[in-house]
């Protein structure tokens, strides 16, 4: 693993002395060679504001990958296939979209059909590895003084929840299982571009082209009103039946007029619920609209795993202060995750298929946002494999404000079918979630 040489630590300090904190921020992700870290921080809610906006900038302008790497890896796994010789002679130079992980190519096949070719390059898959590498470097060190200092807690969790999202990242053929697995859960409006039959590998796949532009692109009021309904279905409607996205953030959607249809560009994060996970989901949300601690806590207690030092009495106080309203949350998923955070400083670890779930819906209210305020949640698009399809227009950059939303407080209640329902007049995010869903 790369090490960064004490000269090179010291000149990085120099740099963010006397910077703003925001910026002090950005150049420690960016000269550390931690940026994708840095992209996951830019949507998770409870970073700062002004921090999440400078973070936002780490998605834009990444570097593109040496043009002859690329065609070599796509030369490989295409080794022996009849398509073999179009896609390279068609390859778009230019990336529709860089990321730190992946990048995205037009092309052609023989027939004159055009397509999006996805690509993961070893350099940076190597990158990557290694930024994976010193986390679990950070989060051993930090494991030595948990329970003794204050924050280290949550700050395990929310690595140990970057660490889960980001396994299934570098393998294209698992992005595809992903999507078949969610394409009978979509909402009429809403589609994915088809990966194509014999051209997936690990780490280079073809895709169906569309085109479209940015959530943060569309001007029209009626489409905006539709496409924001749409997002917010194809996600509590997945969760509905135990399966949830958890990275629909502004930069995954493109909307294409003519069709009049809204495209989820990448699946790399997606997850699935148990029976005995969703039943926990619905209990939570039951006892927070209630004003239930003892309720809360319980589920709260079944979600996840309780060291040695977890003080229920501890968790109950904190509990009975979001529940009361003491804490202005401008969220949905506000008090979920003051819920989640108290948990781990009470000692009680939450499971990660929680955390992905919160940090999906979390994503759709930035994605909504971003829609309703003409803003790019994730600047320049796609960021990793988000664009995946083809992008109009001009590729926005942008801050994650996650403004405009006029959400405080959860209403939530249980209807007389036994379904838990979010009031969409609290949170602008209606949903009805069966606690019984069918058995998969």
Not at 44 to 64: D, H, M, T, Y
Not at 94 to 121: C, Q
Request: a negative charge; charged letters at 25%; hydrophobic letters at 40%.
């Amino acid at each position: 693993m790369a090490q960064l040489s004490s000269g090179a630590r010291q000149a990085i300090a120099l740099e963010m002395e006397g910077k703003a904190e925001s910026d002090a921020t950005r150049t420690f992700f960016e000269r550390t060679g931690l940026e994708k870290i840095g992209q996951f921080l830019s949507t998770w809610p409870q970073v700062p504001e002004e921090i999440r906006e400078e973070l936002s900038g780490l998605q834009a302008n990444v570097a593109q990958t040496p043009l002859g790497i690329v065609q070599r890896q796509i030369a490989v796994a295409f080794e022996g296939h009849p398509e073999q010789a179009s896609i390279l002679a068609n390859l778009d130079p230019t990336p529709l979209g860089s990321g730190t992980i992946g990048e995205v190519y037009k092309s052609r096949l023989k027939d004159g059909t055009p397509v999006a070719v996805k690509v993961i390059p070893e350099t940076k898959e190597a990158k990557f590895r290694d930024a994976l590498q010193k986390l679990n470097k950070v989060r051993n060190r930090l494991r030595l003084y948990e329970g003794e200092r204050e924050g280290i807690s949550e700050a395990l969790s929310l690595i140990d929840l970057y660490l889960g999202i980001v396994e299934d990242e570098l393998d294209l053929g698992e992005e595809r299982a992903n999507q078949a697995r969610a394409g009978d859960s979509l909402p009429k409006g809403v589609a994915t571009p088809k990966f194509l039959d014999g051209m997936v590998w690990q780490k280079v796949a073809v895709m169906e082209f569309v085109e479209g532009v940015p959530l943060s692109k569309v001007r029209d009021e009626g489409a905006r009103s539709r496409l924001a309904e749409r997002i917010r279905e194809a996600f509590f409607g997945a969760v509905a039946g135990g399966f949830y996205h958890s990275d629909l953030q502004p930069g995954n959607f493109i909307y294409n007029s003519e069709r009049d249809m809204v495209y989820i560009l990448d699946w790399g994060q997606v997850g699935q619920l148990t029976n005995e996970e969703f039943a926990n989901v619905a209990e939570l949300l039951g006892g927070l609209a209630a004003g239930d601690v003892n309720a809360v806590v319980d589920a709260v207690e079944k979600m996840g795993r309780q060291r040695e030092h977890y003080s229920r009495p501890s968790l109950e106080e904190r509990v009975g202060e979001l529940a009361a309203g003491a804490q202005v949350l401008q969220m949905a998923t506000g008090p979920v995750f003051g819920i989640f955070n108290a948990a781990a400083g009470a000692g009680l670890q939450i499971a990660m298929p929680y955390l992905h779930l919160l940090k999906g819906a979390a994503s759709v209210e930035t994605a909504i946002g971003s829609l309703m305020n003409g803003r790019n949640g994730g600047g320049q698009l796609p960021p990793d494999f988000d664009g995946g399809a083809g992008i109009t227009g001009e590729q926005a950059g942008g801050e994650l404000a996650g403004e405009g939303m006029g959400m405080e407080g959860m209403g939530a209640g249980m209807d007389t079918g036994g379904a838990m329902y979010v009031d969409p007049a609290m949170t602008g995010l209606p949903f009805m979630l069966p606690v019984r869903p069918v058995i998969r």
